[in-house]
């Protein structure tokens, strides 16, 4: 069953037929009721009108031998003892009006002593007097055979108060077989016509959700050749429906674009690691094999140097892989102010400009590594001074490193930020470094809910900006 509705067409099939199923139960239903409602009422409005002709005809004295009954219809007059007077010539069975008696039993005439008793006895409410005719009718079903043939009637039933016969009660039926007839040729067509009904329904329903999901179906094989290719450059198809497809289809795109990107961008930082551990490795090998068969050319301040830069390449490279996996910082305070100093601390040509205490939310190893790789760069790039400022700006922590070398080109501003960038004043890898410093600082900085930017320093240079959320 599971597999039989595993797609989204056929639940979406199942629930629209199951929809229309209930709609159509509920409307034939009500129309079943309606019908049978409306036929029970006519029924009983004909049941009405023939017992008040016969009634008027007993409220002008006419003797029970010349009314005039209906012979295809149950027609019983009863007195107020519950005697059958009068009825219907073929006559054979009857039941639904209390009087089950078929064949007249007339009773004797009567004088008008006995009126003021007889409207005391009136059941049904009403104070006739003689040669009226109740207003209120009583309804009810039952049943009767008329010539040998069996039918279900509805009856009224209208009191009539006469001059020498006192109160009478007129019983007068009507077939229902018109009722009944209706309503099972009205089931009849519901229970053939719905079944019809449905499956249309779950026809076009079929027809409609396989042409609206077939471009989800396009997205779905394209996404399994890109997979089976592993080329992110392709793209799936967009229909041009504007709709929660298309809108689906342009982000699956834009998803593809920026895993495109970024595995691109991994291609890269393994291809520039590869490249920046090389050459200080191949430099070491060098001299070792230069010192194993001469060791007395043992060039040791170069190896250590060497080595040197290869730890600080690992560790900027295994910082990098870190916050590129995601690493939170921790939420410790620190006083930048307080860290600014102490990442100044022995550098010659920098001052520290401080007001007070300024403290940041964050990772105080971090946020050290982030003062130091800008203070790195604004050393090798200022020509004799660097100044290192430490602020609030409103709910922000902002220091501010300014160099008073040539700065950097408005074209350059951003570029120098992405990973083994170096400007052609930094190509050397021994003065410029790998060029992973900047990037971490801004990785660093974003990681921190923060911003770090570089401006023109009023001195000429760089001004290079770190933003972060006070605490």
Same mark, same amino acid.
Do not use: C
């Given at each position: ?12 099939t ?57 012979? @295809?219809r ?40 006995? #009126?003021?008793?007889?409207?005391? @006895? ?15 009718t ?8 008329? #010539? ?29 077989? =018109? ?5 099972? /040729? ?11 009904l ?26 399994? &050749?890109?997979?089976?290719?592993? #080329? ?28 495109e ?9 393994? =291809? ?34 060497? /080595? ?21 910082? &921790? @939420?410790?305070?620190? #006083? ?17 400009? =401080?007001?007070?205490?300024? /403290?940041?939310a ?37 220091? =501010?490193?300014a ?5 950097v ?34 990785d ?28």
């Amino acid at each position: 069953m599971s597999r039989l509705f595993g797609s989204v067409r056929a639940r979406a099939t199942l629930a629209a037929t199951l929809v229309v199923a209930v709609a159509l139960v509920a409307a034939g239903t009500a129309v079943l009721l309606s019908l049978r409602s409306n036929l029970l009422g006519e029924a009983g409005t004909q049941a009405e009108r023939s017992a008040r002709e016969v009634a008027t005809e007993l409220a002008v004295g006419t003797p029970y031998g010349d009314l005039s009954l209906v012979d @295809d219809r149950p027609v019983q007059v009863v007195d107020e003892d519950g005697r059958l007077v009068a009825a219907s010539e073929d006559l054979e069975r009857i039941s639904g009006t209390g009087v089950t008696a078929v064949k007249p039993q007339p009773a004797a005439p009567r004088d008008g002593e006995h #009126d003021e008793a007889d409207e005391d @006895d009136d059941d049904s409410g009403e104070s006739l007097g003689p040669g009226e005719i109740g207003e209120r009718t009583t309804v009810s079903d039952g049943s009767a055979t008329i #010539d040998g043939d069996a039918e279900d009637y509805r009856f009224a039933a209208v009191p009539v108060e006469t001059e020498d016969r006192g109160l009478l009660t007129v019983y007068a039926g009507a077939p229902l077989s =018109a009722e009944h007839g209706a309503v099972n /040729t009205a089931l009849t067509v519901m229970l053939i016509g719905f079944p019809v009904l449905l499956a249309v329904v779950a026809w076009v329903t079929w027809l409609v959700t396989r042409r609206a999901l077939r471009p989800v179906e396009g997205i779905r094989r394209e996404m399994a &050749a890109i997979t089976a290719s592993e #080329d992110l450059a392709r793209r799936v198809p967009v229909p041009g429906t504007h709709d929660e497809v298309a809108r689906l289809a342009s982000t699956t795109n834009e998803t593809l674009a920026a895993l495109e990107s970024s595995v691109e961008r991994q291609r890269r930082f393994v =291809a520039d690691a590869s490249h920046e551990l090389r050459s200080p490795i191949a430099s070491l090998r060098t001299q070792l094999e230069v010192a194993a068969a001469h060791p007395e050319l043992l060039d040791l301040d170069g190896a250590v140097a060497d /080595t040197v830069r290869l730890q600080r390449l690992a560790a900027d490279l295994l910082l990098l892989a870190r916050l590129d996996a995601g690493e939170r910082p &921790a @939420d410790a305070r620190v #006083d930048l102010a307080a860290l600014a100093r102490e990442e100044a601390g022995g550098r010659t040509g920098v001052s520290v400009r =401080a007001g007070g205490e300024v /403290t940041v939310a964050g990772s105080r190893g971090q946020l050290g590594r982030v003062l130091a790789n800008l203070l790195d760069n604004a050393q090798r790039h200022a020509r004799s001074a660097v100044e290192v400022s430490v602020r609030r700006d409103g709910g922000l922590a902002v220091v =501010a490193v300014a160099d008073d070398g040539e700065g950097v080109p408005a074209a350059d501003r951003e570029r120098i930020f992405e990973r083994f960038v170096r400007l052609d004043a930094a190509r050397s890898r021994d003065d410029g470094g790998a060029g992973l410093g900047l990037a971490i600082a801004r990785d660093v900085a974003v990681r921190h809910g923060g911003t770090l930017t570089v401006h023109d320093a009023p001195a000429g240079g760089a001004l290079f900006e770190l933003r972060l959320p006070g605490a």
